[in-house]
């Protein structure tokens, strides 16, 4: 069972399931919020594919649906720091509440747990240094981040006092298709296809460390599968870049001046360094990310959005009614 299996990683990683391991059979369990769609999960093969629409809070479908699984991978989530700050109340509800229920139902029937989440839950780091490791002291910045942190938590007490057969993982920022463009490279891409300046928070010089959507999948395959009981692994690909050089790269694959973009006020809170070692993930379970040349995966991404308009569209004028609003707010 993958829960948020709709949305943008969810369904990167039901597809590369449904393709590479043809034994297994999926059940996706999405509310199909603003952020997941049913397009995500278009074309894959129904007797191998359910769709559950439905909320991880639901005790009673949950427990209906986890009886009958033997893992379960847990990506549902509200994803987006920005809306955090507008509105953290959804993040509690399904990002602490949803996993405690998804917890207690593992569980009563013994079912194998993995917890995605996100390199957040350590706060953030200084521009000339260091990096992310499994020990690395929780900091969380956002109501997003601290929401994460909280239900990563959860498992490991889950783990500890109850034998919970559970594996976390704490990924770096993905891009590629079906991510929501809210985010801050579909969102770039999606503006200048509409003829909309481009919009970079702040200094432009924080870093996040991006990784391709399809190494993210293979590595929760793999930790699924070969992982220690118990372990946290942290996914990376040592993709670090500053938010104006990725700005830039998508600028220039566009054929767009250099400088047709806005600066805009900065998050609040905004964490200034993401980075990654990823080397316990490579050492012990031999996982390696092969999409590592940014500038393929970006070209491949731009792609992707330029040949599913309508796959965007719809969303994007009520994106940018949401981020106005907020900016006039001061
Ligand atoms: P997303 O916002 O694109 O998708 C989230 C999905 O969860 C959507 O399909 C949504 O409908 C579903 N959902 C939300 N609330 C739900 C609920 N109460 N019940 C059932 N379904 C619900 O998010 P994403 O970017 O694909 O992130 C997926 C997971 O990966 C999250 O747990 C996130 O914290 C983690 N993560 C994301 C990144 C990243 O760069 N995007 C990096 C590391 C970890
Ligand atoms: O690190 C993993 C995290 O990466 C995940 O846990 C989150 O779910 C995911 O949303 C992402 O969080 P970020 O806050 O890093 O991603 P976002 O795409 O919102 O922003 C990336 C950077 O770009 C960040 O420094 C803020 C900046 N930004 C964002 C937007 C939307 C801009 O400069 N302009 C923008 O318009």
Redesign the pocket.
Known sequence: MV?????????NFVRYVIEKHPEVQVTV?????Y???RE?LAGLPSERLQLVV????DENLVDRLVKQTDAVV???????NDNSLQNPK?FI???IV?TAVLLEACRKYDVRYHH????EVYGDLPLDGGKFTPDSPYRPSSPYSAS?AASDMLVRAWVRSFGLRATLS??????GPY??IE?FIPRQITNILCGIRPKLYGTGQNVRDWIYVDD?SAAVWQILTAGRIGETYLIGANGEKSNQEVLTAILETMGQPLDAYDWVRDRPGHDLRYAIDASKLQRELGWQPQYTDFQQGLRATIVWYQEHRDWWKKDKAVVEARYAQELKKG
């Open positions: 829960t948020g299996g709709a949305g943008f990683i969810g369904a369990l999405d509310k199909l919020t952020a997941g769609k995500n439905g909320d991880i809070g847990h990506f549902a989530a509200e994803s987006h959804p509800q399904t990002n949803g995605v989440s996100t390199d994460k704490n990924c770096s920022n993905n891009y991510q929501h985010k993210h």
